[in-house]
Nanobody, 126 residues
Framework: QVQLVESGGGLVQPGGSLRLSCAAS????????IGWFRQAPGKEREGVLC????????YLADSVKGRFTIVRDNAKNTVYLQMNSLKPEDTAVYSC???????????????????WGQGNQVTVSS
C-alpha cells in the first residue's frame, strides 16, 4: 500500500524552527519528485519547495527562500522540510506529495503529484 506519513508539526514562536518529516511506504522515494505544499485558512494550497532526483531542490514560493530547505534521505525513504526563522504567516497545514519523476525539474503544480500525506498543522504564534 502506497502511503506518505508526515510528522513534526506543532506550535512554535516566531523566529523558531521546525522540521517536518515525510516517510514513504510501499514505494521508494528516490525515483520520485517530492513536493511540500501548505494551505492556510481561507487560502488556496500553495507550493513551498520540491526536490527532483536529477536537479535537486527548487523553491515554489519566494516567501520561504533562505529560510526553508528540503532534504532527501534515500536510506530512510524520507524527505524533510527544515523550516527556520518562522513567521506567523507560515501558519498552515503542510502536506508532502510524491509524483513519478518525468522531467529534469520537479513540477510546480500540485496536479502533477500522485500521492499525498495526511497534512500536518504548523502554527507560528507567540
Amino acid at each position: 500500500q502506497v502511503q506518505l506519513v508526515e510528522s513534526g508539526g506543532g506550535l512554535v514562536q516566531p523566529g523558531g524552527s521546525l522540521r517536518l518529516s515525510c516517510a514513504a511506504s510501499g514505494f521508494t522515494l528516490d525515483a520520485y519528485d517530492i513536493g511540500w505544499f501548505r494551505q492556510a485558512p481561507g487560502k488556496e494550497r500553495e507550493g513551498v519547495l520540491c526536490i527532483s532526483p536529477r536537479s535537486g531542490s527548487r523553491y515554489l514560493a519566494d516567501s520561504v527562500k533562505g529560510r526553508f530547505t528540503i532534504v532527501r534521505d534515500n536510506a530512510k525513504n524520507t524527505v524533510y522540510l527544515q523550516m527556520n526563522s518562522l513567521k506567523p504567516e507560515d501558519t498552515a497545514v503542510y502536506s508532502c506529495a510524491a509524483g513519478r519523476s518525468r522531467n529534469y525539474y520537479c513540477p510546480l503544480s500540485k496536479d502533477d503529484y500522485d500521492y499525498w500525506g495526511q497534512g500536518n498543522q504548523v502554527t507560528v504564534s507567540s
